[in-house]
């Protein structure tokens, strides 16, 4: 049985926590399990079979004056072994991620962010999927789907108890994905001797995936029209560079660098555009996260935000930041840690 922690209320102490809730003060809180224990040996079982140690921190989001600033602990999935590729819903109740045991296989699980309740989303012995999503269309669920006997994986499209499961696309394997609005394309991180970005035309058939570009990064985000996505690529320095794909046309358009050698970032509808439409982006390197705001104007003359140093993370308990998510309503911020 899975067990799990919420966060501190002192940021850097582990210990039970209640999560936010819209109960009032006199109802019963949800009370939270502890974490299981560890293993006796000194590697936690979904580590030692190939899988990370991570945990996923859930903290509040407050903004002022269109700048982002981080708030109290509000709960998260913290236990011994890997707990990664948080993604919140639509509707801000939950945050799906994906989840690991002690065979190695991976399962979607969801986080209730109100009760601190986890259950598993799907649960396929001998088999695993990754990267759970809420796709904008045709499906309530999404996923990285990975047969018995190895990687493989392909995107795929299910309802929300993993019923009617079915690929989305048939190229594989793929690591990454990510859907266009109207759900008609699909970009992909397609592995290989070299990693490549993929296109597909989901309405074409035969599907015939269109190389973009050689050497990309696992984030990807729809831009605030639906019609492109923010994708990485890696830079000549190692670090990574943020572009801008034009699903329709296929076209790359060169962007901006990520904060040192990061490959990771959130993007959000910037509550501070005014008249003007930004995406915002979060990404963390070296124990700091930063935010950016640019153009969301696919014809705009520029694409290069400016920096501005939010937080340090370690003073908030935080080691090893990589993957970031924040809710649809902007008042939530996940952060994936290791162990």
């Known amino acids: 049985m899975r067990r799990y922690l919420a966060l501190a209320a ?4 582990m210990a039970c926590s209640q999560p936010e809730t819209q109960a009032s003060a006199d109802a019963e809180p949800p009370v939270i399990p502890a974490a299981e224990p560890a293993a006796d040996t000194d590697t936690a079982p979904a580590e030692a079979a190939g899988l990370p140690g991570t945990d996923i921190h859930i903290f509040a989001l407050d903004w002022v004056n269109g700048q982002p600033v981080i ?4 709960g ?3 236990r011994p072994g890997y707990d990664n590729q948080p993604a919140f819903t639509p509707d801000g109740s939950a945050l799906l991620y994906t989840a690991g045991d002690d065979s190695g296989e991976t399962d979607i699980w969801r986080l209730d962010l109100a009760t601190g309740a986890t259950t598993p989303v799907t649960r396929t012995a001998d088999e695993s999927e990754y990267s759970p999503r809420v796709p904008p269309g045709e499906a309530a669920l999404s996923y990285i789907y990975q047969p018995p006997g190895g ?3 392909n995107a795929y499209l299910a309802n929300a108890d993993n019923s009617d499961r079915r690929p989305a696309e048939q190229l594989a394997p793929v690591g990454y994905y990510l859907f266009s609005g109207d759900m008609r394309h699909v970009v992909t991180f397609a592995l290989g001797e070299t990693n490549t970005l993929q296109l597909i035309d989901r309405s074409a058939d035969p599907e015939v995936p269109q190389h973009i570009a ?3 990064g696992r984030s990807f985000a729809r831009t605030l029209t639906g019609d492109g996505a923010w994708v990485t690529l890696e830079r000549a320095d190692g670090g990574f560079a943020v572009h801008r794909l034009d699903f329709a046309s296929g076209r790359l358009r060169d962007g901006f660098d990520l904060p040192g050698d990061s490959q990771d970032f959130a993007r959000i509808a910037s509550p501070a555009s005014g008249l003007f439409a930004l995406d915002g982006f979060f ?4 124990g700091t996260l930063y935010y950016g705001t640019v153009s969301a104007d696919a014809s705009a003359a520029t ?7 939010i937080a340090e993370l370690e003073a908030l308990g935080l080691s090893d930041v990589n993957r970031i998510a924040v809710n649809p309503a902007m008042d ?4 994936v840690t290791a162990d």
Not at 10 to 13: H, M, P, Q, R, S
């Open 71 to 74: 708030g109290a602990p509000t």
């Open 283 to 286: 990404s963390s390197s070296d």
């Open 214 to 216: 050689d050497n990309p």
């Open 10 to 13: 002192t940021a850097g102490l």
């Open 332 to 335: 939530r911020i996940a952060f």
């Open 303 to 309: 694409l290069s935000p400016v920096w501005v140093e």
């Open 151 to 153: 990687y493989a994986g």
């Open 76 to 78: 998260g999935v913290i």
